[in-house]
């Protein structure tokens, strides 16, 4: 499964209009690390499609979101629910690190 993409022009739409969280991955082509996080994301956007939405938004394509989320490193992963930013991460990390994060912070935006 490919992950989508957003774009400066669409990020309201497919990102800040959705109902159920969207954890967004500010990339570049020319970031080592932003390639060995793709595999990972595309599991988990697989494994949590009923409750999870993952886009990727290319940081040099589209700067004008990467700078109003204030993205200095790159991969910077950026969980947003109900249109607004809950957690943020820098750099590539494993699956099983990431899912615990973000259950963690899901979890706790369910309570």
């Not at 595999?39 to 697989?46: D, F, G, M, Q, R």
């Not at 990467?66 to 969980?79: E, G, K």
Request: glycine share 2%; charged share 20%; aromatic share 6%.
């Amino acid at each position: 499964m490919s992950l989508s993409t957003v774009t400066d022009e669409t990020f309201q739409e497919l990102v800040l209009d959705q109902d159920k969280p969207v954890l967004v991955d500010f990339w570049a082509q020319w970031c080592p690390p932003c390639h060995m996080i793709v595999p990972v994301l595309a599991e988990i956007a697989e494994e949590r499609a009923d409750t999870l939405i993952i886009r990727k938004l290319n940081s040099d394509e589209n700067p004008l979101t990467a700078r109003n989320y204030q993205v200095m490193s790159l991969p910077t992963l950026i969980l947003f629910r109900n249109g607004s930013p809950v957690w943020t991460t820098v750099g590539a990390r494993p699956k099983a690190r990431l899912l615990a994060d973000l259950d963690a912070v899901l979890q706790t935006a369910d309570a």
